[in-house]
């Protein structure tokens, strides 16, 4: 399984985004997905998590602002983001996770101009 993130870019404080984690090779029904984020000089960090069954998870930091959703197939993830601030600013990452197998995605750069 690879997942490849997209969608990133350069956008204004208030502005809104939309990331895409598209998963190739085998697809198997997922434990659960997740977007995580890395600043510069800092640890990467959890942003949001959907379950199996559809349940979601957020930050505190972007709760209210970003959204997580996968299609159906489970071979694409998606990270609505809204009302960027400038602390969003971050490569983002996706994972994916089935039992004792986590697999990784390679990055997006956001970046969330003041």
């Known amino acids: 399984v690879q997942l490849q993130a997209s969608g990133g870019g350069l956008v204004q404080s208030g502005g809104s985004l939309r990331l895409s984690c598209a998963v190739s090779?085998?697809?198997?029904?997922?434990?659960?997905m997740s977007w995580y984020r890395q600043a510069p000089g800092k640890e990467r960090e959890w942003v949001a998590r959907?379950?199996?069954?559809?349940?979601?998870d957020y930050a505190d930091s972007v709760k209210g602002r970003f959204t997580i959703s996968r299609n159906r197939a489970w071979n694409t993830l998606y990270l609505q983001m809204t009302s960027l601030k400038p602390e969003d600013t971050a490569v983002y990452y996706c994972?994916?996770?089935?039992?004792?197998?986590?697999?990784w995605g390679q990055g997006t750069q956001v970046t969330v101009s003041s």
């Open positions: 994972k994916a996770v089935r039992g004792m197998t986590t697999s």
């Open positions: 090779g085998r697809t198997p029904n997922f434990n659960d």
């Open positions: 959907i379950y199996g069954g559809g349940t979601t």
